[in-house]
Structure formats: C-alpha cells, structure tokens
C-alpha cells in the first residue's frame, strides 16, 4: 500500500479494527490471495487424511486380528464403531476444550502446534498393537484435528475479502478433501498387502503423518491474522500484516489498490464465552448447536462407512475399497463445482439444498444393488455432502465476531463431534440390524433437522462484511 493510500486510509476510516477491515475487503481475486488460501488448505489436507481412515484402516485391522469381526467394541458394537467413537470424542474434547486457544494465541501459533500434535499420535498410533492402544492414540490425534479445524475456519473467514469468503472456502474444500481420494487409492493399494513385511494400514498412517511434518514450512509464508492482531491491541502488527499483503497484491496487479471505503467495526479486546449467550449471538447459538449435532449423521454417516455399506450391498473387501475410491474421488471436484455459485447465492439457502440432496439421494442409494448404480448415487449422495460442507463451514464462521471466533466455531462445533460418537454406534446398530433401507432412513431423518433449523433461524450473510454480520 501506498504512503498516500495509507494515509488517506487513516483521515477517513473512524478506527483501527475498521481500517483494517476494509483494507482486507477490497483485496481482489489474485494469485497472492489464493495462495494463502492453498497453504493454510494444506494444513486441512493432511487432517482430512487423518480424519478419513476410519472408513480405510478398518478392513486392516481386521486383517492384522487387532480388530474382530462381530459384536466385540464398545456397547456391544464393533470395533469399527469404537474406533470412529474414539476419534471423534477426541475431536469433541479438541473444538469444545481448546478451540478457544486460537482466540487466545492467535491462527498461526494454534495452527501449527495442532499440526505437530496430532502428527505425533498418528505416528504413535502406527506402532500399536491393541485394539485398545490404536482407540487411545486416535483419541489423542483427534484432539489436535479438531483443534486444526476451527483455527483454518476462523483464520480463513478473516482473511478473505467480503466477495470472495464463499469462494475461499470452496477452494480450501477442494484442497481438504483432495485428501480422500489420495487416502483411498492408497489404502486399496497397501491395505491388501504387507510392504517389507509391515501390515498395510501402518504404512498408511505413516504416510499421512511423515507428510504432515512438511507443513511446518508452510507457517513460515502466512501471516497472522490482521482482523486478530488489531482485536487484540496489536495495531503496529496488524498493519504490517495487511500492509505486507497489499504490497504483494499491487505487485502482481502492476497498480495502486482501490481506495478502501469506511465500514462498520467491532469492539476491540478479548471475548468471553458468556459473549455467544447474549443477543444476536444466543440464537445462532443455539440454531448452530442444533444444526452442528444433526448434519454431521449425513456427512460422516456416509463417509465413514462407504465400504461397510457397499458391502451390505453385497461387494467383498476388495470391490467396496474400488468402489469407495471411485467415490471419493468426488471429494475435491464437488468444492471447485460451488465456485459456480459460492458467493452469488445465500449460504443459508445453499446448505438447506445441500441437506435435501443428502436425504434424497441416500434413500435412493438404499434401494441400489447394481456397481454401476451404487457408485452413481454414492457420488450424488458425496456431492451434496460437499456443498454442505463448504457452505456451513464458511457461514458459521461468518455470524460471530473476530474476537470471539474461534471459541464460538469451537463451541458450536463440538455438538457435531458429540453427535457423531453418537452416530458411529447408531450407524453400527441400524446397519446390523437394517441394513442399508435403516441407515439412509436415520440419515434422511436427521436431514430434516438440518433444513429446519437453517430454513428457519438462520441469518443472511452473502455479501456482507463480517462486521456486518456480527452486529
């Protein structure tokens, strides 16, 4: 930015904080600005990794006699179930307990340190050999991911321009669930087998955990959030951040950025958890505590137990990991198909089709024998779980203030992790007991709760500042 333009900046904009805000808010669309984007996304690829091999790693523990076949888990349930149990109590614990660090610390600090945690378990969880130790470790690993996912949400919402927020979190969808496909060709490749006499499923958390630690460098080309160090006083740091940015951008466009325009700004200081308790903060609250605890049963109920469900419909180990790969592959396509329409259309509206799309075409997926119509309907069924996420990802981020972000995602957040410690014995149980018809009918059900709660009590954000939003 210009001496000139940073001055004019200062006589016209009331604050600091606002300042700030409109110097983010008029960034365009530029490779400078997208290559944030893909580097804090890559964080989120290797959390994906991690967070996906429930599905994967389960037909190898089962090979290696660590899992059992049967009612052998936790409740009476399989083990199957009491692993994705204990990964998603770790993710509970991590959004509920510590996602607030980040609102304390700051999006760069939290994003690593979570990285580096949850590295550590995998690689712990690669040498296990008890049911028990593998559930232990992925309790741990989960902390750390469910950590990773709130800071990149808050982190990205408040770097990217007012314009462009919907986009953003596509592309860092696409980047995240890359993961999945990769995981999934991967483990139909290593699960099989034993390479240098070492069962399959260890080579796959080692993979995903040693390519982890590349990522530590990633930290070192991403600034801290400007929007976070001028909530907390820090006005020198935020405008060295924002202005590094903006020298980067003019450089690439060859011209002066426009002239930034006054907008609203927030109470500077740090936030209180009580805060999310009072209006306008107490309904959101409450509608994305709601909308958190069903969604999830959509999201993870297909995507944990694509190969379980195949086979219930009647493909052996081998086709179901085929099928599941040919599947997943959708993950990455479906984010970048939203840039279409990310930020042209309400985001509220956006995850209200999204839930329709998932009850639909899970009931349809139920009545399927046939490869060919269950890979079709598996697909559908993944990109309506993709719009789903990329849109409430980016709108629950969006209806709280900067200086309580992180702690509010956190909060709301962890009632999905809740509900799907839940989801993965409900899933086991209408599985067994069901078959396919059960589950997509409990999907379907929980759907309903989905469009609710959104169609309802949700507030508008496309195009808006998010201090706009927050007041």
Known sequence: MTETHLQNAQATIPNIPAEITVRIDRLPSCWVFWRLIALLSLGGFFEMYDLFQTAYLSPGLLSSGIFHAGAKGLFGLTDQATFAAATFAGLFIGTIVFGSVADRFGRRAIFTISLLWYTAASLAMSMQ?????????????????????????????????????GRAFAVNQSIQFAAIPVLALISSILIPNAPLGIPGWRWVVILGASAAIAVWFIRRSIPESPRWLAQQGRFDEARAAIAGIEVRVEAELGHALREPVPTASEAGGTGKFSEIWVPPYRRRTWMLMVFNFFQTIGFYGFGNWVPALMASKGANVANSLQYSTIIAFMYPIGPLLCLAFADKYERKWQIVTAAI?????????????????????????????????????????ELFPTRIRARAIGFV???????????????????????????????????????????????????????????
């Not at 232990?136 to 990217?160: N, Q």
């Not at 139920?366 to 980016?394: C, K, W």
């Not at 799907?420 to 999907?443: D, H, R």
Request: charged content about 10%; hydrophobic content about 50%; some cysteine.
């Open 129 to 165: 050999n008890t049911s028990v130790g593998v559930d232990l470790c992925r309790l741990i690993a989960g902390i750390g991911i469910g950590v990773e996912l709130v800071t990149i949400d808050a982190y990205i919402s408040e770097l990217a321009p007012r314009d462009l927020r």
């Open 413 to 471: 957040y962890s009632w999905s992790r809740l509900s799907t410690i839940l989801t993965s014995f409900m899933i086991a149980f209408f599985l067994q007991n069901f078959g396919a018809n059960g589950v997509f009918a409990f999907i379907a059900g929980s759907m309903l709760m989905v469009v609710l709660s959104i169609g309802i009590f949700g507030p508008r954000t496309a195009g808006l500042a998010l201090e706009e939003i927050s007041h």
């Open 357 to 397: 799309g998932t009850a639909s075409f899970g009931l349809l997926f139920a009545q399927q024998s046939r490869p060919g119509m269950l890979i079709v309907f598996g697909m559908l069924i993944t990109l309506s779980n993709n719009l789903l996420s990329y849109s409430y990802h980016a709108y629950q981020a």
